[in-house]
């Protein structure tokens, strides 16, 4: 479902520019202060990943949440795709597809070390996020006079998401003693994690959905959420080019 374009009230398009604006420079303080964790994995939990051998069950079902509920760039992606989702069902079908994507790639690219340039497959996952709210925003069929299939590029995105914390983990030096079964705790942490974001995310969509003003703050948000996934997509590709220069 997309946002209905019928009764904008004078002046909304203003209101689009001005949140926009607000909420890409709120990102751009967020990522200066706090670059080096963008989906990547903490140092301590690094030490603890390196320095730890044998089935670790407990522990990489919590890395594995932790990772998820502190990744900005999965919640952002998530939130646009329950945007305009009513039903449960709906949403249950968006998000096992996301799942088994984001499972097949982690277990698959992580297990049998399959490497790609990591900036280049985040800022995939930057553009995920934008693709989404451009959707949500009626963008393709306005644009290009047809919508791709949204279940397929939410399953094709989350084998990108789930990709991305792979080429974090094929960075560090991981035991062979237990880890088919500490990665497979990992991804039912990660699932686990990404439940419970999304508990929050559907309760608070709700009750916003109740306001009066939510058709006009919905399309002011989604045009926040495309500038903060195409932020996202800058911020990767620079350290792209700075690393290819170096």
């Known amino acids: 479902m997309t946002v209905p374009f019928l009764n904008r009230r004078p002046g909304w398009g203003s209101d689009i520019v001005r949140g926009t604006i607000a909420f890409a420079a709120a990102l751009v303080c967020l990522f200066l202060a706090g670059a080096a964790r963008a989906h990547g994995v903490e140092e301590g939990d690094q030490a603890f990943i390196e320095g730890t051998s044998g089935i670790n069950i407990v522990p990489y079902m919590y890395l594995g949440a932790k990772h998820m509920v502190t990744g900005y760039d999965h919640l952002l992606f998530l939130a646009g795709v329950v945007f305009f989702l009513y039903r449960m069902k709906d949403v249950g079908i968006y998000v096992t597809l996301f ?30 996020v934008a693709y989404k709210a451009f959707d949500n925003l009626d963008g393709f069929t306005t644009v290009f006079g047809k919508r791709p299939d949204p279940k397929v590029a939410v399953l094709v995105f989350g084998l990108f998401h789930g990709f991305g914390l792979a080429t974090k983990l094929q960075d560090l030096t991981l035991s062979q003693d237990g880890l088919v079964p500490n990665l497979l705790a990992f991804n039912v942490g990660v699932e686990l994690g990404q439940f419970m974001a999304l508990a929050i995310i559907l309760i608070l969509m709700n009750l916003w959905r109740f306001s009066p003003s939510f058709q006009r703050s919905a399309l002011v948000a989604n045009a926040a959420l495309m500038c903060a996934g195409f932020v ?14 170096a």
């Open 99 to 128: 799942a088994i994507g984001h499972s097949t790639t982690l277990l698959v690219g992580t297990i049998f070390d399959i490497r790609a340039n990591p900036y280049i497959v985040d800022a995939i996952i930057g553009l995920s």
């Open 232 to 245: 996202l997509v800058g911020f990767q590709m620079i350290g792209y080019f700075t690393a290819q220069g």
